[in-house]
Structure formats: structure tokens, C-alpha cells
């Protein structure tokens, strides 16, 4: 039917939807699938989601996050589905809470460690949600090749990487012509996630056109 919509564009419609002040916005249920974690996520609102996607799953320097334990939702005041405890490198602890107020505690004990308190506004999400959908249409490439081993595709693509150092994606896939452009996609989305690469969604979502830099090691 001419001008209907497909599924995953209602959805990424919905989140745009949520942050223009339209409707409930913060009524949805999503099931998504986390790279970072390997496993299928239950997000309880569009807020929820667009902190997943824009300052979880794409951020290379986050290496896991858990849901808050009961006792520290307790503390903080916040309800289990508004806060996650998340993991950077080097250990670095932060509990993230999505308000419209900061945390009265700058500090908080998780059971794991001492964890900075970090509150995401709404105002915040809202400046991120156009972001969040092209990531949410980036890491549906990667969802694609869920159960399929991408290492041979991204070892013919890193040599290459490290060669042009920058570009665009279409680079890439001039150079590979035997490879499924959405192979390339998902090894590129992992890689991203993986901080590997640098992938700009800023402007557009990811196509042909996007550019793309190096951002891993360097082998010696």
C-alpha cells in the first residue's frame, strides 16, 4: 500500500512521536537487542529507550549496565525502570537516573562498588531522540547477523580501516563488492559499539554516505 508504514519505521515514528510531546510518552514496552550485552533487553518506556541506545549501547566507554538493585532504587527514591547501574572502563561505577531533578547523593553504594550518581534530564533525551532512532536503525543491521559469526567480514574490513584511517561508508563497500552491504553495516555497528570505529549518525542515519574513522589500537 502506497505510503504505509513497515514495522520498525512505526517504530522509530513512535519515539520521535514520544519526545514532540505527543500522546503517553512514557507508556511503551520495547524489546530490543543489546550488541553490547548479547541479549534481548525489556525497556518500560520511550525515555528508557532513548537512554539505552544513545548513552548505553553506542557508548564504546560503557562496557556493561545492570538494572538498580532494589535497595539502591530505595535510596535514591527513583522507581527500578528510571535508573540503571552501568559500568565504564577501568571499573569506573555510575548509577544513571532519569529525572526531571538531581539526585540529592552524589554517591551511592551498589554492591558492587561505590558508583557516581548521574542524573539524565529529560531535556536531554529530548536533544538525543532524533539520535536514538538512527541508532535504533543501525543496531537492526547487527540484530540481523545475531546468530551468524561476522569475524571473516570484519577481517577483510579492518586491514583496509586501518589503511584510510577515515571515510565513508561507501568506501567500503566499493572495496568489498563480494561482501552484503548489511554485513558490512552490522561489522561496522559492532565495531562502533566495541569502540573499534567511530560511526557519525549526527546528521543522517547510516547509509553509503555515512563516514566513518578508525579509533581502535593501532598494531605495531
Not at 520511550?46 to 535510596?75: C, G, K
Not at 538512527?134 to 589503511?163: E, F, H, M, N, S
Not at 584511517?165 to 552491504?181: A, C, Q, S
Request: hydrophobic share 40%; aromatic share 8%; charged share 20%.
Amino acid at each position: 500500500m502506497p505510503g504505509a508504514q513497515t514495522l520498525p519505521s512505526r517504530q522509530r515514528a513512535r519515539v520521535l512521536d514520544a519526545y514532540r510531546g505527543r500522546g503517553h510518552r512514557n507508556s511503551n514496552l520495547w524489546l530490543v537487542y543489546s550488541v553490547k550485552q548479547d541479549q534481548d533487553l525489556l525497556l518500560h518506556s520511550d525515555r528508557s529507550l532513548v537512554h539505552w541506545l544513545t548513552f548505553l549501547e553506542s557508548d564504546p566507554t560503557v562496557t556493561s549496565f545492570v538494572p538498580i538493585p532494589d535497595a539502591v532504587s530505595a535510596q535514591l527514591k527513583v522507581g527500578p525502570a528510571a535508573a540503571m547501574v552501568v559500568e565504564r572502563h577501568y571499573s569506573e561505577l555510575e548509577v544513571h537516573i532519569i529525572a526531571d531533578h538531581t539526585s540529592a547523593l552524589s554517591t551511592v553504594e551498589t554492591g558492587g562498588g561505590t558508583a557516581t550518581v548521574r542524573t539524565i534530564t529529560l531535556e536531554e533525551l529530548r536533544s538525543r531522540a532524533q539520535l536514538a532512532v538512527r541508532w535504533l536503525k543501525a543496531i537492526g543491521y547487527a540484530g540481523q547477523y545475531r546468530y551468524k559469526d561476522l569475524t571473516p567480514v570484519w577481517k577483510q574490513l579492518t586491514p583496509v580501516c586501518l589503511q584510510r584511517w577515515t571515510g565513508m561508508v561507501n568506501d567500503l563497500i566499493n572495496d568489498f563488492p563480494g561482501l552484503e552491504r548489511a554485513a558490512i553495516y552490522a561489522s561496522l555497528v559492532r565495531a562502533a559499539i566495541d569502540g573499534q570505529i567511530q560511526l557519525d549518525l549526527s546528521s543522517h542515519s547510516l547509509c553509503p554516505s555515512s563516514r566513518w574513522g578508525w579509533a581502535g589500537p593501532v598494531p605495531r
